[in-house]
């Protein structure tokens, strides 16, 4: 196999690789951004029923300014 044809090969290579990599980095992406979207709306619907935002931060993980932020844009 010549220059040429190795290098080619490894640009191809390098190209497959690359397109794997970024489909497993948006499926990981994806999932975290669906995660946080869930806990968001659990975090809404305990400020409906009135819960105290300490008690919400603790059970979601979000800071209290977080869930404060989360009451303002609801």
Known sequence: M???QTLRKII???KREGRI???IEGKI???IEGKIEGKEEVAK?????GLDVSL????TGFSPERIEQ???SY
Request: glycine share 12%.
């Open 29 to 31: 992406e994806g999932k």
């Open 2 to 4: 010549g220059l040429a």
């Open 70 to 72: 989360l009451r303002e």
């Open 12 to 14: 191809r290579e390098e």
């Open 21 to 23: 990599e970024g489909k």
């Open 56 to 59: 919400i931060a603790a059970a």
């Open 45 to 49: 619907r305990m400020l409906d029923l």
